[in-house]
């Protein structure tokens, strides 16, 4: 899929475990595409934070321990949709301090300012956030399955690793009714009915089946290009 995609490399960030890149690495036609080691680590409070050019799981479930993990496998801190509601360190929901949240993106070395699950808002509020703070930044398809590969594109100036990242384009499949979302969406601290909703189809095993479902109509909205520069 990822070759179908015109894809030449991914990061693959399974979430809390390394054991799928460790596989993978073995059949990987590395000479014709990259394929960056990662994992997406879940924090205590349910918000997640990435390390890309890693060898092995950060242990850490706090924000500020985890990044000190990751920088000391020599890897790159990445903060994967900073600001969704659920499972952004930046989110509503996120328990992490304030002054924590300021350490985190002080010492984030890319943040995503495209995620194909998040809002139009949220992406828009992670785009100010990397140009506010001069972060580099980079698009995220969020694929847990195969037909997602792809749905958000970083273009890099070369073949790159920790030495070296420095972004020149991130796209996005941007969806078009954005206002409305944006105008639908719940202020930071108060109740959430997302979040109430998510937790009951958790309790009662349904969460995976609400997710595709939500997927499925989404990929039907037949979606714009957005590039972000």
Not at 77 to 106: F, K
Not at 150 to 176: I, K, P
Request: charged share 25%; proline share 3%; with cysteine.
């Amino acid at each position: 899929m990822a070759r179908r995609r015109g894809l030449n490399g991914i990061a693959l960030t399974d979430h809390d475990t390394m054991d799928g890149y460790h596989h993978l690495v073995k059949v990987w036609p590395a000479a014709e595409m990259h394929l960056i080691p990662g994992c997406e680590r879940t924090l205590f409070d349910g918000s997640h934070i990435i390390g890309l050019f890693i060898q092995s799981m950060p242990a850490a479930t706090t924000l500020r321990e985890a990044i000190t993990e990751i920088r000391a496998q020599g890897g790159l801190v990445y903060l994967p949709h900073p600001y969704r509601e659920y499972s952004g360190v930046l989110g509503a929901a996120a328990q992490h301090s304030d002054e924590d949240r300021a350490w985190a993106v002080e010492h984030a070395d890319i943040i995503e300012i495209y995620n194909r699950k998040c809002t139009a808002e949220e992406n828009s509020r992670a785009l100010e956030l990397a140009k506010k703070y001069k972060k580099s930044f980079a698009a995220g398809s969020d694929a847990h399955r195969r037909h997602e590969i792809g749905f958000g594109v970083t273009l890099l100036r070369e073949r790159f690793d920790t030495r070296q990242f420095e972004t020149l384009e991130a796209w996005g499949l941007a969806q078009r009714d954005a206002a409305r979302e944006t105008a639908h969406r719940t202020p930071s601290g108060h109740f959430s009915l997302r979040v109430a909703l998510r937790a009951i189809l958790q309790m009662i095993g349904l969460l995976t089946l609400a997710r595709s479902l939500r997927n499925s109509w989404r990929r039907s909205r037949q979606p714009l290009l957005e590039r972000y520069q």
